[in-house]
C-alpha cells in the first residue's frame, strides 16, 4: 500500500529551504493558518471555511457533494443512533496539547504537507487514507494532517472520493478539537495558559540528493577539491595513456529458427449420466450378487449380455430342435424355406426367432393389438360405456359437410332425434363365426366386459360343429378364445362362484364346462362318460345357487340342465359330469321350456324361451315360434298378455335388467324393443335386421343401455338404447298396474 | 435376405397369426420388429423407412425409460404412444426387442 510505504519513508523526509514544494506550503500553511484562527472561535465546521477560501479550486463542487453538519450522524429507521464510529479515537488531552502547533510551525507543517501531496499522489484508495492518516500519525500529527490534506486538495485535484472521505475525517478530527477547545473555552479563557513547543522527529519521505552545495557548509571545501580533481582529469584526458580509448564487440550469433512440432494430442471426451435408476441398478445388483445382472453403466452390452444369458438356458433345447429341423425339411409343418442351405444355426440367427417367440413379445403382441383397436373404437366403446366421445381434433375436413348435413337435418327431423331409438355401435365377427348361427349369449359373472357367445344351428339339419367364443369388449375383431365342440352349442351359462367356468350345453344333448382363464381347448369336464346324459338337445344350463345348504350339500353352486327329453337334471361335478334324475323345478327361478308346455298348453309350437322378470318374482314372459310373446304370471294357467307385431317366430326374448316394464324380443327379421309403460300394443323401438340374415338372440348388457343381437351370420351387434325414457314410478309398481289392469279388463 | 422362418411350436404360429391380424387392422400403415441392434426381425415397410424409425424410436425409447426410472427406479416403460397429427406411432419396448406399429386412426 502506498500509506504504508508514506509510513516507511517518514523518517528519511529531509526539508530544505530550497526545496520548492516547501515554499508552496508554507503559503498553504499560512493560508490554512488563517482558516484555523477562525476554526477556533467559530462552531461550523471548519471544513466549510477551508473549502470557502480555495475558491478556485474544483473542491467546492466537492465539497457540496459533503453535507455541512460537524457531525455526521447515521440514523436507522428506528431512529436508533448507528453512526459509524471512527477508528480511531485520538486522545482528546494529546490533540489538545498540539493543536498549537499548526499556526507556530513552518517547516513542520511543511513536511507534513509534502508528506501528503506525495501520499495522494500515489494514493489510489483513499477510503483508507482517511482512517490511515488518522491512525499513522497518532495524536501529535493528527491536526497537522487535517490542515496539509486541505492545502494538498487545493493544489492537486484527486478524485473526489478520496477528498471526500477524508474531509470527512477531518471534520471529524475537528469536531473532536472543537469540542475540547470548547471546554477550555468556558473555563479557562483569562487563564494564563503555558504552550511548550518541541520539534517532533522528521519523516523522510524523499531524499532528492542536491546537486549543489552551498559554499558556507563543511563538505563546500572537500567538494571544491573534488571538483577541481576532476576538472584537471578531464583536461588530461586527452592524450593521456591512463585513458586509452577501446572498443570491444561482442559477438552475436546468429540466430537460428528452430521449430518443433509434435503430434495433434487427441482428445476424447468422456462423460456419463449418473442417473436415479443407473445407481439403483448397480446397487442392486452388486446387493445380490448376481453374475448374471451386468453392473457396469454401458448400456449398449447391457441387453446383449442378459439377452445371452437368459436366452442360453432357457431356449437351448428349442435351439437344438431347430438343429434337427434343418436336416429333416419334410418334417417342419407349415414353414417357409429358404432356398440357401440353413447348415447350422449361428449364434445370431436364432435369436430373432427366439424374441418372436417370447412371452414378452406375445405380451407386448396383445397389448399392441388392443391399443390399435382402442384407438379405431374410441368413439363406439365411449358411447357403449355413456361416456361423453372425444372428436379427433384432427380429422378436419371431415367436419364442414357434416355440420351442413347436421344443420339441415336438425331443422328437418327435430322430433325424429328424440324419439328413441336404436344405434348400432358395433359387432363381434370375425371369418371363424361367419356362417355359424348364434344360438345363446351370456355375459361373465365378475368381468362384465367378457361375453361368451356360443354357436350352433337351432334345427336339426345343417348341424355343423359348434363353437364357442369368448370375446372381449376390448377386441371386437378377434375372440380371446376359441372353442370348437362336437355339436352345435345351444346355451350357456358362467358360474357366479368361479367366475371362470363356463357351463355349455349342446345339441347332442352333452354338457360341458370349460375354464376360461387358461388357453386350453378342451374342456374340464364333459358329461359324454355319463349314463344318464341327455339325448335330446339341451335347452337350458344354469348354475344355480344354493342359499341354504340342503342335508350333505355344500353351499355352493349345482349346474342344472333342462333338456328336449323332458328331464331337468342336477349335475355333480365330479371325475365326470354325474347327475341326479328329474328335480322338481319348485325351487328353481329358471325353467326349461318344457316344464312350461306341460303346465300350460297355450302356446302351440315349441317355446323358445322363457325369461322371468328380474324385478316381479312371479311374472314371466315366453316366447314361440307362434309369432308372439306372452307375459305370465306363476299362479294364473293363462297368459296375461300376448304381444304380437309381425308373423315370424319369435326366437328369444329378455326383460330389461333396468326397467321392469321393458322387455326385449328377436323375430326373424327385427329387434323389438316394448316398453309395457308406453303400449302394450306395439313396440316402442324396431330395428330391422339387414336382409338374408336372421336375428336369433338378444341380450342385454347389464351396465350400460345396450344390448347385444346374434344373428344367424354369426355376427353379434351391438345397439345402444337411445331415448328410451321409461315412466315415472317404482318400476315393480307400473308392471303390477299394468298387469292388474289388464286383469281387471278382461274380467 | 434373411427370412427363413421355422415354425415349430403352435406359439409361434399364433405370434405370426396376431402380427398379421395387426396389420390388416383399420388405418395400420405398418408393422416392425427390430432386435436390439436394429436389424429388422419383421417389418411391412421398406428398409430405409424401418432403419430410420427403428433408430428415432430406439433413441426415443431410452429417454423414456431414462425419465421413468429416473422417477422411480422400481418402475420401467412398459408402452409408448406418439400422437402425431397425421398419425399415432406405438412402441411396445423391451430390452431386447422394439415392438413399433404405425396407424392412422381417422381413416
Redesign the interface.
Known amino acids: 500500500m502506498s500509506t504504508t510505504k508514506a509510513k516507511l519513508k517518514k523518517p528519511t523526509l529531509k526539508v530544505t529551504p530550497s526545496s520548492r514544494v516547501m515554499n508552496v506550503s508554507t503559503s498553504g500553511v499560512l493560508r490554512v493558518n488563517h482558516s484555523s484562527t477562525y476554526a477556533r472561535s467559530i462552531n461550523a465546521s471548519v471544513s466549510r471555511k477551508s473549502f470557502s477560501l480555495a475558491a478556485d479550486s474544483k473542491i467546492l463542487d466537492k465539497s457540496s457533494v459533503q453535507t455541512p453538519k460537524h457531525t455526521v450522524q447515521v440514523f436507522d429507521e428506528n431512529g436508533k443512533d448507528v453512526t459509524p464510529q471512527p477508528l480511531y479515537q485520538p486522545d482528546p488531552a494529546a490533540v489538545m496539547s498540539k493543536h498549537s502547533k499548526i499556526f507556530a510551525s513552518d517547516t513542520s507543517g511543511g513536511t507534513m504537507s509534502d508528506f501528503y501531496s506525495t501520499a495522494y499522489q500515489t494514493t489510489t484508495n483513499a477510503s483508507f487514507a482517511g482512517p490511515f492518516t488518522r491512525s499513522v500519525f497518532g495524536s501529535s500529527t493528527v491536526s497537522r494532517g487535517s490542515q496539509s490534506t486541505m492545502e494538498s486538495m487545493n493544489e492537486e485535484i484527486e478524485d473526489p472520493s478520496s477528498k471526500r472521505d477524508v474531509s470527512i475525517s477531518l471534520s471529524d478530527v475537528q469536531v473532536r478539537r472543537e469540542e475540547v477547545k470548547e471546554l477550555i473555552k468556558e473555563e479557562m479563557l483569562d487563564e494564563v495558559v503555558d504552550r511548550y513547543l518541541i520539534e517532533s522527529e522528521t519523516l523522510w519521505l524523499l531524499h532528492m540528493p542536491a546537486v549543489s552545495v552551498s559554499v558556507d557548509s563543511e563538505e563546500a571545501e572537500s567538494v571544491k577539491e573534488r571538483n577541481n580533481l576532476y576538472m584537471e582529469l578531464c583536461k588530461n584526458r586527452m592524450g593521456n595513456d591512463k585513458y586509452v580509448e577501446r572498443s570491444m564487440q561482442t559477438f552475436n550469433g546468429a540466430p537460428k529458427t528452430k521449430e518443433v512440432q509434435c503430434e495433434a494430442i487427441t482428445m476424447v471426451d468422456a462423460a456419463t449420466t449418473a442417473t436415479t435408476w443407473d445407481m439403483y441398478d448397480s446397487f442392486r445388483s452388486a446387493g445380490l450378487g448376481e453374475a448374471a445382472l451386468s453392473p457396469d453403466t454401458d448400456k449398449a452390452s447391457g441387453p446383449e449380455i442378459v439377452s445371452n444369458h437368459r436366452l442360453d438356458p432357457t431356449r437351448a433345447p428349442e435351439r437344438t430342435m431347430s438343429v434337427i429341423s434343418t436336416t429333416s425339411i419334410a418334417s417342419a409343418s407349415s414353414s417357409r424355406i429358404e432356398m440357401e442351405p440353413f447348415v447350422v444355426p449361428s449364434e445370431d440367427e436364432p435369436d430373432p426367432e427366439l424374441i418372436m417367440q417370447s412371452e414378452k413379445f406375445q405380451q407386448d403382441l396383445f397389448v399392441m393389438e388392443r391399443v390399435i383397436l382402442e384407438n379405431i373404437y374410441q368413439p363406439k366403446l365411449a358411447a357403449y360405456r355413456q361416456l361423453p366421445t372425444l372428436e379427433d381434433p384432427d380429422i378436419v375436413p371431415k367436419v364442414v359437410p357434416t355440420v351442413v348435413s347436421r344443420r339441415e337435418e336438425s331443422s328437418l327431423d327435430e322430433e325424429s332425434t328424440l324419439t328413441p331409438a336404436l344405434e348400432r355401435l358395433w359387432s363381434f365377427s370375425c371369418e371363424l363365426t361367419s356362417g355359424h348361427n348364434v344360438s345363446s349369449m351370456a355375459w361373465n359373472k365378475r368381468n362384465p366386459d367378457l361375453l361368451a357367445v356360443g354357436y350352433g344351428q337351432f334345427d336339426f339339419k345343417d348341424q355343423k360343429s359348434g363353437l364357442i367364443c369368448c370375446w372381449s369388449l376390448k377386441n371386437p375383431t378377434w375372440p380371446e378364445r376359441v372353442f370348437t365342440c362336437e355339436s352345435g352349442v345351444t346355451t350357456l351359462d358362467f358360474s357366479a362362484s368361479n367366475a371362470s367356468q363356463l357351463a355349455v350345453g349342446m345339441h347332442d344333448g352333452s354338457i360341458a364346462t370349460y375354464n376360461v382363464e387358461s388357453r386350453e381347448k378342451t374342456p374340464v369336464i364333459d358329461s359324454s362318460d355319463c349314463a344318464h346324459k341327455h339325448t335330446s338337445p339341451v335347452w337350458q344350463v344354469r348354475w344355480i345357487d344354493h342359499e341354504r345348504g340342503a342335508s350333505g350339500e355344500d353351499k355352493g353352486e349345482t349346474l342344472i340342465s333342462v333338456s328336449a327329453d323332458g328331464r331337468i337334471s342336477k349335475w355333480f361335478l365330479r371325475k365326470g359330469l354325474d347327475c341326479i334324475g328329474p328335480v322338481l323345478p319348485q325351487s328353481l327361478k329358471v325353467v326349461g321350456n318344457l316344464s312350461i308346455t306341460l303346465t300350460s298348453p297355450c302356446s302351440q309350437g315349441p317355446l323358445y324361451r322363457i325369461t322371468w322378470s328380474p324385478f316381479c318374482s312371479d311374472v314371466f314372459l315366453s316366447c314361440s315360434s307362434d309369432w308372439t310373446i306372452q307375459l305370465w304370471r306363476q299362479d294364473l294357467f293363462t297368459p296375461v298378455l300376448g304381444f304380437t307385431s309381425t308373423q315370424s317366430a319369435v326366437y328369444d326374448v329378455m326383460w330389461s335388467p333396468k326397467w321392469a316394464t321393458v322387455f326385449g324380443a328377436v323375430n326373424e327379421g327385427r329387434v323389438e324393443i316394448w316398453d309395457l309403460g308406453a303400449s302394450i300394443l306395439d313396440p316402442t323401438i324396431v330395428s330391422l335386421a339387414s336382409p338374408g340374415v336372421k336375428l336369433t338372440s338378444l341380450l342385454f348388457a347389464t351396465e350400460t343401455d345396450c344390448i347385444l343381437v346374434g344373428d344367424s351370420d354369426g355376427q353379434v351387434s351391438v345397439y345402444q338404447l337411445k331415448n328410451l325414457t321409461v315412466g315415472e314410478g317404482t318400476q315393480v309398481d307400473a308392471l303390477d298396474d299394468i298387469i292388474g289392469s289388464t286383469l281387471a279388463s278382461q274380467l | 435376405r ?8 403352435p ?5 405370426e397369426e ?2 398379421k ?2 396389420q390388416t ?4 400403415i405398418g408393422t416392425i ?1 427390430v ?2 441392434e436394429g ?1 429388422p ?2 417389418t411391412t415397410l421398406d428398409n430405409s423407412t424401418t432403419v430410420q424409425y427403428a433408430g428415432l424410436l430406439h433413441q426415443l425409447t ?1 429417454k423414456a425409460r ?1 425419465t421413468v ?3 422411480d ?2 418402475n420401467d416403460l ?2 409408448l ?1 406418439i400422437r402425431s ?2 398419425h ?1 406411432i ?1 412402441v ?1 419396448p ?4 422394439l ?1 413399433i ?1 404405425i ?1 392412422n ?2 381413416e
Open positions: 434373411f427370412s427363413a422362418v421355422f415354425i415349430f411350436s406359439k409361434q404360429a399364433e405370434v396376431t402380427l391380424r395387426i387392422h383399420k388405418g395400420v420388429v432386435n436390439a436389424i426381425i419383421r431410452m431414462s426410472r429416473d422417477l427406479p422400481q412398459t408402452f404412444r397429427k397425421k399415432e406405438m411396445a423391451d430390452k431386447e426387442y415392438l406399429v396407424q386412426p381417422s
